[in-house]
């Protein structure tokens, strides 16, 4: 079956403007994670959904970042007036039940801001 | 605050000799434990995990991990090393949150 699906693969955007970008998850998974890893740095979490709801949201970089998912399915992360510092890989995984469960990984969406 | 080191960046080992990948936690509860690697071109694969019961864990490839609460570590161990175990290893931990270490990047020379 399909694995998970982000969009765009790429995305460059300019310092201010916001962008959107969207993970679908593997069909039937509940929960979904999002991360990021700037250059040469390891995987950061920014927030992990289980269902439609976000337990702890304080991952997130900053107040210009948000997530939500809806249906208990795709999910889109949200950054606002975007910044040269959140040049990065995006990466959503998905999890067919909790935490505890594998996570599988996106292809990622590379985001460069200029 | 929550971290996950692995304190060795790059490794190079022989073809089937050991090997010991080091894992350090700091976490406010005993977090669910995991190892995962990506090899080349590839995304993360689950190796193991751990969250209760015997703390010497058997994961695919071979590989085990043992959990040591009173060191807080989760070290990754594999008694004969094969040249595909090239890769880069991640140990995470998580409960509501999840972290991921910064990797060690494994060199199998033949």
């Known amino acids: 079956g399909a694995g998970v699906s982000q969009s765009p693969s790429n995305k460059v955007t300019e310092k201010g403007k916001d ?13 979904l994670y999002w991360y990021r890893q700037s250059l040469g740095q390891g995987l950061e979490f920014l927030i992990y959904f289980q269902g439609n709801s976000a337990p702890d949201k304080s ?15 795709v999910s889109t992360l949200t950054i606002q007036r ?14 067919l039940t909790s935490i505890f469960s594998e996570q599988y990984f996106g292809p990622g969406t590379r985001l460069t801001v200029t | ?8 960046i ?14 350090n936690y700091s976490y406010g509860a005993t977090p669910y434990l995991f190892w995962y690697v ?6 993360l694969q689950l190796l193991l995990k751990y969250f209760s019961g015997d703390t010497l864990v058997q994961g ?9 609460r009173s060191q807080s570590s989760f070290n990754l161990r594999k008694p004969s090393v094969h040249w595909s175990d090239a890769a880069e290893y991640f140990c995470a931990v998580g409960l509501n949150q999840f972290y991921f270490g910064t990797g060690t990047s494994l060199t199998v020379i033949p």
């Open chain 2, 10 to 23: 790059h490794i190079t080992v022989s073809e089937g000799a050991s090997l010991e990948l080091r894992c």
């Open chain 1, 19 to 31: 962008v959107e970008l969207r993970c679908d998850p593997i069909s039937g998974h509940t929960a």
């Open chain 2, 38 to 43: 990506q090899s080349p071109g590839q995304g």
């Open chain 1, 82 to 95: 975007t910044q040269q510092e959140d040049s990065a890989v995006y990466l959503c995984a998905s999890s």
């Open chain 2, 60 to 68: 695919i490839k071979g590989f085990e991990a043992e959990f040591k």
């Open chain 2, 1 to 8: 605050a929550q971290s996950v080191t692995q304190p060795d």
């Open chain 1, 59 to 73: 991952g997130l970089p900053s107040d210009r970042f948000s997530a939500e998912r809806t249906g208990g399915s």
